[in-house]
């Protein structure tokens, strides 16, 4: 639903060098991302929707907290002020 537009900002944004590569990441990852989603479907399925909706949450959360926990260091490695 959202391709079009997505290519459209890829192909605005990326350096000119490197917009296939860029748009062939993103087609690769939409990929993964679709059978990631058909197997947490499937694991909604044996553990409960419940479960598989707190794993998430859990995962969220704690991914969350370490990317606070190291943005500062990569925000001096990019050299971005605030």
């Given at each position: 639903a959202l391709s079009p537009v997505s290519l459209s900002f890829?192909?605005?944004m990326a350096p000119k060098r490197m917009t296939s590569q860029i748009m062939g990441w993103y087609f690769a990852v939409t990929g993964?991302?679709?059978w990631l989603a058909?197997?947490?479907g499937t694991l909604a399925d044996?553990?409960?929707e419940l479960s598989?909706?707190?794993l998430i949450a859990a995962f969220t959360i704690v991914l969350g907290a370490l990317l606070m926990?190291?943005?500062p260091?990569?925000?001096k490695i990019a050299n971005i002020s605030e």
């Open positions: 890829i192909t605005n993964v991302a679709a058909s197997k947490i044996v553990l409960g598989v909706f707190s926990i190291v943005a260091k990569i925000n």
